[in-house]
């Protein structure tokens, strides 16, 4: 098992940016892809990006272009960077470790 702590979130407004941050702890040798989901109000919890240990990256089409995934394996390390935000975006984003590796969430909140 992985113990995952995401930070980061907050309120911006549209257009601004946000950095979050996934501090992984555990297991870690098992480790190859990790991945950000999010959720919104009413809403299922949607894919948002994912990486692997060899720089393979997936990003949801709504963010291609605005947000960029990274990850420090040395230091346990994962980070989405959120450009150009929009109001739409608001949601508590989660860190995992696929499939049953979950972090509490961080509230992401855009303003218009």
């Known amino acids: 098992q992985v113990h995952l702590v995401e930070s980061g979130g907050g309120l911006v407004q549209a257009g601004g940016s946000l950095r979050l941050s996934c501090a992984a702890s555990?297991?870690?040798?098992?480790?190859?892809?990790m991945a950000w989901y999010r959720q919104a109000p009413g809403k299922q919890r949607e894919s948002v990006t994912s990486?692997?240990?060899?720089?393979?990256?997936y990003y949801t089409d709504s963010v291609k272009g605005r947000f960029t995934v990274s990850r420090d394996d040395a230091n346990n390390m994962m980070y989405l960077q959120m450009n150009s935000l929009k109001p739409e975006d608001t949601a508590v984003y989660y860190c995992?470790?696929?499939?049953?590796?979950w972090g509490q969430g961080t509230q992401v909140t855009v303003s218009s």
């Open positions: 990486i692997t240990r060899t720089g393979t990256i």
């Open positions: 995992s470790v696929p499939p049953n590796s």
């Open positions: 555990g297991r870690m040798f098992s480790i190859n892809a």
